[in-house]
């Protein structure tokens, strides 16, 4: 090897961008099961039969829900269940280059998964004829607007009084060099060798509702990827938990307040 070669191996080699450091730290400073700092509010658009905002590291997202209500066109109602119509966008100020505002590819697969994800946490065959629409718009989009989406949608039927199997919580894991980590954010997202893995569940049965992978992991970073991304959801849920009795202690607080007046 010529010593131009070497020097030029060597400032390579010091170029290379570290994902987790020795001391297993990220890019951002968090740990590599660390979720990104989760804040979620329960009716938020008074308009809604129920809805959700959330803010889940950079993203933010609002989620609607209207319905049950006769399914229009008729031809698409079913005698034995309600239909759920899911929309996921991103506003055209959401990412970096201005996105079109029109549905993408990206976007109407979103919108097929998390649908059908929530098909199996609600009661269908309690609104025969009907539809529930949920609409989802992100304002503001790094990495994991799926999860976070499905995670406010979630919490925006249980606003809007559907009765559920339970809630569900979702959250992305994955691998950047080489290291299994939770909820990649888009720094780790772009990695050379990065997979990412969204994952939803019904918390209290642990049954899997979403199971996606952009790319190709070993049976044994499988395996620690999937039960870390069990133990993120969990976490998820308590977040919701906690959103969702904040409202409506503070709606029981204030009938009392109006009734001792």
Known sequence: MTAKEEKEKKKEKEEKKIYVNKKGLRLDGRTIDQLREIK??????????????IEWGQNKILASVHGPREAIPKHTANPYKAIVRFDYRMATFSVPERKSPKPGRRDIEISKVCGEALEKAIFLEQYPNTAIDIWVEVLDSNAGSRVASLTAASVALTDAGIPMRDLISSVAVGRIDGTIVLDLNKDEEDAPDAVDMPLGILPNTKEIVLLQMDGLMKKEEFDKAFELGIQGCMQVYQKQIEALKKKYSLEENIVKGEQNE
């Open 40 to 53: 979620i509010m329960a009716g938020v658009l008074p308009r809604a039969n129920g809805s959700a905002y």
